[in-house]
T-cell receptor, first 115, second 114 residues
Framework: ETGVTQTPRHLVMGMTNKKSLKCEQH?????MYWYKQSAKKPLELMFV???????ENNSVPSRFSPECPNSSHLFLHLHTLQPEDSALYLC??????????????FGPGTRLTVL | GQQLNQSPQSMFIQEGEDVSMNCTSS?????WLWYKQEPGEGPVLLIA?????ELTSNGRLTAQFGITRKDSFLNISASIPSDVGIYFC??????????????FGQGTILTVHP
């Protein structure tokens, strides 16, 4: 595997279900991100992890729970979601350093549908 | 919060035509980025701009970082069918608690007719 991978690619769940999205980066980066992409809206940053520590929670509802067990893996645990949470969830990683700009590499995303 | 206005929202052009899209912001950014997203994939970085006034090319793509640091444009010359996709601008602030945080535009959907 190369780059950033995400599983599953598609997920359909009911509002009472509990599921998890998984992201893995094979680039040796030290920062990982979750974004939400809804139709006709800009990508919305949800969470940022630097060196496994959460450094940003962009006012995301508690029904979304991130987990970063190591610098290569990132999870998004989902429970009691709402239909409006249906979207493409994108994971990204980057190498944060002293130079400033760090290119974020994106995974292919998980297409989530909440019924 | 920071917002980026990207225009146009969509474009339908003939192969061989040039394309221009732009982004404006209410806030200043240190870095402007342009991404392309194809169906079923995540966004891929096309061009990164680091300094106000900077003009950078990547093949048929040219992008500029506005002198006020509040805007950027992307031009695609001599479009081809594989240019189809959604193009996003993104602004990035460097430093402090905003480190690594990208603010994205709404995207421009490009369709190229052969």
């Amino acid at each position: 595997e190369t780059g950033v991978t995400q599983t599953p690619r598609h997920l359909v769940m009911g509002m009472t279900n509990k599921k998890s999205l998984k992201c893995e980066q094979h680039l040796g980066h030290n920062a990982m991100y979750w974004y939400k992409q809804s139709a006709k809206k800009p990508l919305e940053l949800m969470f940022v992890y630097n060196f496994k520590e959460q450094t940003e929670n962009n006012s995301v509802p508690s029904r979304f729970s991130p987990e970063c067990p190591n610098s290569s893996h990132l999870f998004l645990h989902l429970h009691t979601l709402q239909p409006e949470d249906s979207a493409l969830y994108l994971c990204a990683s980057s190498q944060v350093g002293l130079a400033g700009f760090d290119e974020q590499f994106f995974g292919p995303g998980t297409r989530l549908t909440v019924l | 919060g920071q917002q980026l206005n990207q225009s146009p929202q969509s474009m339908f052009i003939q192969e061989g035509e040039d394309v221009s899209m732009n982004c404006t912001s209410s806030s200043i950014f240190n870095t402007w980025l342009w991404y392309k997203q194809e169906p079923g994939e995540g966004p891929v970085l096309l061009i990164a701009l680091y300094k106000a006034g900077e003009l950078t090319s990547n093949g048929r793509l040219t992008a500029q970082f506005g002198i006020t640091r509040k805007d950027s444009f992307l031009n695609i010359s001599a479009s081809i069918p594989s240019d189809v996709g959604i193009y996003f601008c993104a602004g990035q602030m460097i430093g402090g608690t905003s480190y690594g945080k990208l603010t994205f535009g709404q995207g421009t959907i490009l369709t190229v007719h052969p």
